[in-house]
């Protein structure tokens, strides 16, 4: 390991500090892999800290071995701190997630039914661009082979079919439609 040493008035050049950090390298790097587990992350950190502290190269007034093994503890523990804030939030995605991911069956029924009857009022080419692409699932690709357009027209064709279907739900739902009100009534209000 290289060091370096402060001169009478107790400083180092930067000059110096960076020698000493490059002759440091590999032990640097194994400090920071060791305590990671992961040579790309500790790659990162290391040159992360060197780029952080390059400014403060001509304040070192100690070995710049020593003070630079505490700065690379300290951005070793900002990184595990940023992890764990990472992984509680992915977490935290994960279970929304997977909530999410369940279905209502009984709320699926009546919103499908609902929406349903209101494609039904849309032109005819509309209504079956939604039902094929929405309900049932083809692509918008297949969609469009199978009546014979091209791609960008059946994507026109959906996207249309779409905000008529939006305009028909606001006109018969109203302001329920806009706020989400799972409470659809309008079947039996003649909406």
């Keep these: 390991m290289c060091e370096d040493t402060p001169d009478e008035k107790g400083t180092i050049t930067s000059e110096e500090v960076v020698k000493t950090l490059v002759a440091n390298h590999r ?3 194994a400090f920071v892999e060791k305590r990671v587990n992961s040579r790309d992350v500790a790659e990162e950190i290391l040159q992360n800290a060197l780029v952080k502290n390059v400014e403060k190269f001509d304040s070192v007034r100690e070995t710049a071995v020593g003070w630079f093994y505490r700065m690379l503890r300290n951005a070793i523990i900002d990184y595990r701190r940023r992890k764990t804030v990472a992984d509680k939030r ?7 997630a997977q909530a999410n991911d369940t279905r209502d069956d009984e709320l699926h ?11 039904g009022t849309l ?5 079956d661009a939604l039902r094929q692409i929405d309900v049932e699932g083809i692509s918008v690709k297949d969609y469009a082979e199978t009546i ?9 064709r959906v996207f249309r079919a779409r905000e008529a ?3 028909q739900v606001v006109r018969s739902c109203g302001t329920c439609a806009a706020h989400g009100c799972l409470d659809c009534t309008c079947a039996s209000s003649g909406g």
């Design 90 to 96: 992915f977490e935290s995605f994960a279970v929304d």
């Design 165 to 167: 279907l939006r305009k």
């Design 27 to 29: 032990a640097f790097l």
């Design 148 to 156: 014979g357009i091209s791609s960008n027209n059946a994507g026109v």
């Design 123 to 127: 032109k005819p080419e509309y209504a």
């Design 109 to 119: 029924g009546v919103v499908c039914k609902c929406v349903g009857e209101l494609a």
